[in-house]
């Protein structure tokens, strides 16, 4: 048997180089050591590159420094072999003694392996999905709740304190368009016919919504004078959106307080749309913030009154606007209309305000690429209100195309013509959505084939990585002893090139979901799954694990069951389920 304890292999090995380099080099505190994988598994097991660090500073030649940090390198039990490769890479290789002492270390951790302290509990809120509340969330919504989820679950396993946030855009002209669409649709219910906007929302939604509305209050917000609302608005013609406008407006004067009523109807009935799409999708929030509270609360009003203070705000054509360009934006902005009305863009001032005013340590905001112009002026805002904008990231996450059948899936939001979360989910299961929207970096494309995500073949990457957790429950039940045994198995009959490399594989798992969280960047764990079904599937493949031989058969059973662990930990920080059939 081998110990259980397991070092942490990077920081040892910079210790290392920590005390080699006060012989080598004496005034080299500041020297940052990189101990990382190297990309390909020839070049051993962890590679430094400190030697080409200080070869412009040493005004050396990095081999040399290379060699004096090799002979100054204090011996260590868990390192076999050291090697300079190129221009002054250092490799190392571990012992297999090492890499064989992962297995009790992750059949002891349990669901705890790959986690660790470095976030330091520092408090972290990511804001993401927070899509309007018109509609169902669609596909493209979709990628960003799983990429946001995913990044809460690997940040929240890298040990920072984390608040999962969804912001509600419920006091804008998007939620009166809704409110206008679901009303005029109720009235059609009551045989009061009056024409629907082409630009109100079209989706087969709004007709439920109707029908709940009418079921839920009956008549009370029909009308006989209903028809004046669209009498008295201009044109079609004349410009659509200015129509539109009118029509709410009539429709608000009509209504009284009862439009109040209706559109908290409609916005309750889409919020808990929005929440059970999420909550059958695996992703639950710890808040949602509603923005019409920023403007009952007055923090609008505060937020652009901070900014005019500071000399950031100045009024033009009786409208009051942010000097954005300052802070690199290309144009200054609009903050208040010359109606006395508040823009989205100074409710997002307000709403950053107080993210900062919360206390968090670090702030994420997850938002479509198409946002990106956005960037600059929330940044100089927060700027220019004197605080401290490294503590917020923002990242952009491209939409997901879809393919049936080789063809594009089109979608468009106010037409109803759009691909919702739900059909996705239906189609091709929560596991697959979730694992193939984390398969590429958030901001890059993103092409989501339906028909190889519905595929029981190893093309399909969920399928393979959870298929390589399925066989390994099926040897472990085949097998029928108790998993408790595996803890004293002698690892150190795990010598096959095979075995040693799928030992390399565990023992890089904690350092991936680390990354993951430095990087963020979720992507990376399901490339680590890819890769360790691959490497389980060559073993299970070309070794028999039930063998006659008992020492051997636990060895084996105990690598299958930490194999098994680790595949399920990754797994979860995805969202993913790990089944034990298939």
């Known amino acids: 048997m081998i110990s259980r304890s397991f070092p942490e292999l990077r920081a040892h090995i910079a210790e290392l180089f920590k005390t080699a380099l006060a012989i080598v080099v004496p005034d080299s505190n500041d020297v940052v050591i990189l101990v990382e994988p190297p990309k390909q598994s020839q070049h051993g097991d962890y590679a430094c590159n400190v030697a080409l660090q200080l070869a412009k500073r040493l005004k050396r030649n990095p081999h040399e420094i290379a060699t004096a940090l090799l002979c100054a390198l204090p011996p260590s039990p868990h390192i076999a072999k050291v090697e300079i490769a190129g221009a002054g890479f250092i490799n190392l290789f571990v012992t297999s003694a090492t890499k064989q002492a992962v297995v009790p270390h992750i059949l002891a951790a349990g669901t705890s392996y790959g986690k660790s302290n470095v976030g330091l509990q520092q ?48 006091a804008g002209r998007q939620m009166d368009i809704l409110v206008l669409s679901t009303w005029l649709r109720y009235l059609e219910l009551y045989g009061i016919y009056v024409p629907f906007p082409p630009n109100a929302y079209q989706g087969d939604y709004v007709n439920v919504m109707a029908c709940t509305l009418r079921n839920a209050h009956g008549e009370r917000y029909a009308s006989a004078t209903a028809e004046k609302v669209v009498h008295d608005a201009p044109t079609v013609a004349t410009d659509k959106e200015a129509h539109l406008d009118a029509l709410i407006a009539n429709t608000k004067q009509l ?46 009003a505060h937020a652009v009154a901070a900014l005019r203070e500071r000399g950031h705000v100045y009024e033009q054509n009786g409208a009051l606007w942010f000097s954005s360009t300052h802070f690199g934006d290309e144009k200054d902005r609009v903050v208040q209309r010359e109606n006395g ?5 100074a409710s997002d001032i307000a709403y950053h305000m107080n993210k900062f005013e919360r206390g968090f340590d670090r702030i994420i905001d997850i938002w479509g690429a198409d946002h990106h112009g956005y960037i600059p002026r929330v940044r100089g805002a927060l700027q220019a209100l004197g605080l401290d904008i490294d503590k917020l ?32 989910r239906r189609e091709v299961g929560n596991d697959a959505a979730r694992f193939f929207y984390v398969l590429r970096k958030s901001d890059q494309h993103l092409d989501f084939d ?38 004293e198995s002698e690892v150190s009959l795990l010598i096959s090139d095979q075995e040693i490399s799928l030992l390399s594989r565990l023992m890089n798992y904690p350092y ?62 995805l969202g993913v389920s790990a089944p034990e059939k298939m």
Not at 396 to 423: D, H
């Open 341 to 345: 009305q508040y823009t989205y863009f």
């Open 123 to 170: 408090k972290v809120q990511i804001e993401f999905v927070s899509a309007n509340p018109t509609g169902p969330l669609h596909v493209g919504h979709g990628r960003g709740a799983a990429y946001g989820a995913s990044l809460a679950n690997v940040l929240t396993a890298a040990g920072f304190n984390v608040m999962r946030e969804y912001y509600i855009n419920d």
């Open 255 to 300: 209504l009284g307080e009862r439009y109040i009523d209706l559109h908290d109807h409609v916005l309750s009935e889409q919020m808990a749309d929005l929440r059970d799409d999420l909550v059958a999708f695996g992703i639950e929030f710890d808040n949602w913030f509603s923005e019409k509270s920023l403007f009952d609360t007055g923090l609008v």
């Open 512 to 573: 991936v979901v680390a990354s993951a969280a430095h990087d963020f960047s979720p992507h990376l764990v399901a490339f680590y799954l890819k890769d360790l079904a691959g490497g389980l599937h060559s073993y299970y493949n070309s070794t028999r694990l039930l063998v006659p031989e008992e020492p051997l058969k636990q060895a084996r059973l105990a690598l299958a069951m930490a194999t098994r662990e680790t595949i399920r930990n990754g797994l979860a920080l």
């Open 450 to 487: 339906l028909d190889l995500a519905t595929s029981q073949t190893s093309d399909n990457p969920v399928y393979y990585v959870q298929y390589a957790h399925a066989r390994l429950c099926s040897v472990l039940e085949q097998w029928g002893g108790d998993p408790a045994d595996l803890l």
């Open 393 to 424: 990231e923002i990242e952009l996450v491209q939409f997901a195309v879809l393919y049936r059948g080789g063809e594009k899936v089109s979608m468009s939001t106010r037409a109803g013509e759009f691909v919702t979360l739900r059909e996705l």
